[in-house]
């Protein structure tokens, strides 16, 4: 089912001569994480601005459970919109801030204090509702503005990168809480982020954008495994790319014939190889190769190749790159399964 649906949803901000968003259509499927992931200035801001109300599209339509919310107030809207920055209200103890939407809307102060304590909790900061923001480390400080817009049910949570300021450590720890209370809540979330890695691991779905577009939308997996585009491929660390021919399961290029995965079209296309996916062994699509250069990377080795004068690049676990010297010629191989045709004209 979907919650949010954004149909050809355009923006051009004054003075600017470009859209920021350009007749984004994107359904968002309800109780899902989604990531609206991509460049800088690609649009990611404007699109959660525009569905929290806080900007108006300049054509295209909103629509919220099946009813479109043009028109209404960010109030009145169902969406809580967290900040990078979380702003809590510093005359406020954590806790007021927490339960400061609840008592907008008139609760008393003891059914307030009865959400606001396992709230709390369930974003560990139990025991410090009665301090003053400022006395919360900037993790905390992230983690009570969360609370206070979940404390509110909203039908959808906007996140916007909420783990930029955060340290390597701390960013894992709010990665696993976002991702531990969206699936306890079932509230349909979008994340900002411009972190491709973050977006893997946070969400169900992801809304790729490039320049005010719609570049993919789909699992992680997809992004990896079936990119639309050799944009796409590249944002996600694609980086052999071979143009060619397809025509009955077969692949023409410089490389020789290369046996396809069924189902793929005919026509002009670039192939590509994950570098991960590609074969330091003998197997179905061998070839020599010459061994150009290796690089330790820590967790992963580079492995620089010439293959019929094209470079390939794998990535491999240092284990098996271990005895590879530049200049060793050896055998690899290109699994069909593991090749995917992208549009010719995508240079
Ligand atoms: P970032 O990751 O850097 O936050 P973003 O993907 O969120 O970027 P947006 O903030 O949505 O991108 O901006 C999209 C485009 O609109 C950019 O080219 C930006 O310069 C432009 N833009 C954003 N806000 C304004 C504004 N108030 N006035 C004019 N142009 C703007």
């Known amino acids: 089912m979907t919650t949010l649906t954004l149909a050809g949803l355009t923006k051009t901000y004054p003075g600017t001569d470009r859209p920021a968003l350009d007749r984004l259509d994107l359904a968002i499927e309800s109780g899902s994480l989604t990531s609206l992931l991509g460049p800088s200035g690609c649009g990611k801001t404007t699109t959660m601005k525009l569905i929290a109300g806080l900007l108006a599209p300049d054509a295209g339509e909103i629509v919220l459970n099946g009813r479109s919310i043009h028109g209404l107030v960010p109030e009145r809207r169902g969406v809580a919109m ?9 005359h406020l103890t954590v806790g007021g801030n927490i339960g400061f939407g609840l008592k907008m ?13 396992p709230m709390l909790a369930r974003v560990h900061l139990d025991g410090m509702g009665h301090r003053p923001p400022t006395a919360l480390s900037g993790g905390q400080q992230q983690r009570a503005a969360l609370a206070r817009a979940l404390i509110l049910k909203p039908k959808v949570l906007l996140l916007d990168e909420p783990l930029s300021n955060l ?13 531990t209370l969206q699936r306890e809540t079932g509230i349909t979330t979008l994340v900002v982020t411009h972190d491709q890695a973050e977006a ?4 169900d779905r992801i809304a ?10 789909g699992p992680p997996e997809d992004f990896y495994r079936r990119p639309a585009s050799k944009a796409v491929a590249r944002f996600f660390g694609g980086v052999n790319f071979v143009p060619g021919r397809s025509q009955a399961g077969t692949f023409q290029s410089v490389l020789g014939p290369l046996a396809l995965s069924k189902g793929l079209a005919d026509g002009d ?7 991960e996916a590609l074969r330091l062994s003998p197997g179905p699509n061998a070839r020599r190769a010459r061994v150009d250069a290796v690089a330790f990377l820590g967790t992963q080795t580079r492995i620089d190749l010439s293959v019929a004068g094209v470079n390939l690049q794998a990535l491999k676990a240092p284990d098996e790159a271990a005895t590879l010297r ?3 010629e050896i055998d690899i191989s290109l699994p069909p399964d593991a090749l995917w045709l992208l ?3 995508d240079h």
Do not use: W, Y
Not at 105 to 117: K, M, N, Y
Not at 208 to 217: D, I, N, P, S, Y
């Open 82 to 90: 967290v900040l990078q920055n979380p702003l809590l209200f510093p």
């Open 269 to 275: 296309h670039l192939l590509t190889v994950r570098p």
């Open 167 to 179: 340290d390597a450590g701390l960013r894992e720890e709010m990665q696993t809480l976002i991702r």
């Open 343 to 345: 549009p010719s004209g």
């Open 200 to 203: 893997v691991a946070l969400s």
């Open 326 to 328: 530049p200049g060793m």
């Open 208 to 217: 790729l954008l490039f320049g005010g577009k719609l570049a993919q939308h």
């Open 105 to 117: 809307r008139g609760l008393s102060s003891t059914e307030i204090a009865r959400q606001v304590d």
